[in-house]
């Protein structure tokens, strides 16, 4: 038994051709996000029965002011590094590990300084010791061994399995033990150090890279100027993918964060987290294919195919499942996000489905594009985030965040996806329409049947799940038939690359 579990183990670790290791990095990512995510979500669950959404809100404002010092000077090295066409990237680690280890230090002296500042902004004191201790993590951070970023550059994604399951075990631990000893923010707090802590010590027993400080000007210019399209683009998702949660903590209160956040997490996180998987195995892939467009302009639309398939049904089903969801799994102090958490649902899907595409331009030497359109989204949401949330509150908030994702944003990530692979952009939304219409099916014919009956949420939410996934694969597998969609040769093609 032993004997077949490693011969598994052995037949999983990326090797063979790029399509191999690319489908068996696949497994091995899915398992990784699958471990992480769901140590979390778990996590969140059991808190949210002991803590209230207050301690989400608190805790949430020291997030996002960490999230804001770490994006603002993120300086793009790894993805530059993994980016480089050089196998053999040891003689930029040293001045790397520097670089970053630097970094770590300014922002935990920064945060310290004007953590009281950054609490009053909020009207919330007890703030300010939360980011002061979270302030040790990208100290942490950006102490690791830089080695690391072999683990994606070589496509050895089972070791980053390792690297990353082992934290978000050790968070999953540390937090409820703490909230069952003392049902307090610092369960939250606690519980984010250990992750960091566990993540730096493992990053030096998983590679045998020992870095020492140093500093090459030359070394430095060369990651930096292919990461200053990185860090722009870094700022400015950071404020179009947290902006609204602060305007929301700043402008309304810090429960209503707390709620804004969990809805917003909920609801994003299972079908972004899939394209999440695709994106981080299809950038070190498309980087190695950036010579022939035309194979990339197929990776593409195969990614795209595959992404589309999971994310409609995940998306329409969170949104029909919530009612139930929210007040059986939370508890009735959640109630109040269920209409933001259905609404997010939809932000989620398109999240998902153009999540992707960063990964091309990347991959081209256009991570530039990602900065602009990310700016023109922030633009776009600024000026209508204060009357609707000032109108309609959270849900307001999750309006605009939807809206102006659907337009204008959509059609122009679609375009230029489709332009820097020399395609048109109906390739990429032709493999829209059959999950759409697979899982608008699912979602319709299951609304009305909970309408004509009276479960209880928690009969629902137990019929809701299996009877989704039961009524989208069988439209799924007549469309197939009927249209010759292509998803059953996506499927075969991942099982080949897997037995090699």
């Known amino acids: 038994m032993r004997d077949r579990l490693r011969e598994l183990v052995r037949s999983l670790v990326p090797s063979g051709s790029v399509v191999q290791r690319t489908m068996k ?36 404002i020291a997030l996002l002011t960490v999230s804001a010092t770490r994006r603002f000077t993120d300086i793009g090295i790894n993805a530059a590094l993994i980016q480089e066409v050089e196998e053999n990237v040891d003689k930029y680690l040293n001045t790397t590990w520097s670089l970053e280890a630097g970094r770590g230090f300014l922002i935990f002296a920064v945060l310290f300084v004007a953590a009281p500042f950054i609490a009053d902004l909020f009207s919330e004191p007890g703030a300010t010791i939360l980011i002061r201790a979270l302030g040790l993590s990208p100290l942490l951070i950006g102490m690791r061994n830089p080695g690391v970023v072999y683990f994606q550059k070589d496509l050895s994604f089972h070791k980053n399995f390792v690297w990353q399951s082992s934290a978000a075990l050790t968070q999953f631990v540390v937090g409820v033990a703490y909230a069952l000893y003392s049902p307090t923010v610092w369960a939250l707090v606690f519980a984010s150090l250990s992750r960091s802590f566990v993540k730096f010590a493992l990053s030096y027993v998983l590679h045998d890279y020992r870095p020492w400080p140093a500093f090459e000007l030359e070394t430095a210019r060369k990651l930096i100027d292919y990461g200053k399209w990185i860090t722009g683009a870094s700022i400015v998702g950071f404020i179009y993918s947290e902006g609204d949660d602060a305007f929301v903590g700043w402008f309304l209160s810090a ?10 997490r909920l ?7 899939f394209s999440g998987i695709i994106s981080q195995i299809t950038f070190p892939a498309y980087s190695q294919l950036q010579g022939d467009i035309d194979e990339l302009r ?27 969801f929210v007040p059986v799994v939370l508890g009735e102090d959640w109630r109040p996000m269920i209409l933001t958490m259905q609404i997010l649902a939809l932000y989620g899907l398109m999240h998902a489905i153009t999540r992707n595409f960063g990964a091309v331009w ?32 959270i849900e307001g908030t999750a309006l605009v965040v939807v809206g102006v994702y659907l337009i204008p944003m959509l059609p122009i990530d679609v375009y230029l996806a489709a332009r820097i692979v020399n395609g048109r ?38 019929v809701l799940v299996p009877a989704g996934a039961v009524v989208y694969f069988v439209v799924a597998y007549l469309l197939e038939r009927q249209f010759d ?10 099982k080949d690359g897997l037995v090699g």
């Open 485 to 494: 969609w292509g998803i059953e040769h996506n499927l075969r093609m991942i």
């Open 25 to 60: 990095s696949g497994i091995w990512v899915s398992m990784t996000t699958v471990a992480v995510r769901l140590s979390q979500i778990l996590m969140l669950i059991v808190l949210a029965r002991l803590l209230s959404p207050r301690d989400f809100g608190l805790m949430g």
């Open 425 to 462: 952009s109906m390739q990429l939304y032709a493999e829209y329409v059959y999950p759409f219409v697979a899982a608008t099916v699912m979602f319709g014919s299951l609304r009305y049947a909970t309408s004509v009956t009276n479960l209880s949420p928690l009969v629902e939410l137990v």
């Open 267 to 273: 609801a994003d996180t299972p079908a972004s987290e």
């Open 298 to 324: 197929g990776a593409l639309i195969q990614t795209t195919r595959l992404t589309a398939f999971v994310a409609f049904p995940l998306a329409f089903g969170i949104a029909l499942v919530t009612p139930s």
């Open 255 to 264: 429960t209503a964060l707390g709620f804004y956040q969990y809805a917003y």
């Open 362 to 393: 990347k991959a081209l030497g256009r991570p530039d594009y990602v900065a602009k359109l990310g700016f023109l989204r922030v633009c776009c949401i600024a000026l209508l985030i204060w009357p609707a949330t000032a109108r309609w509150g």
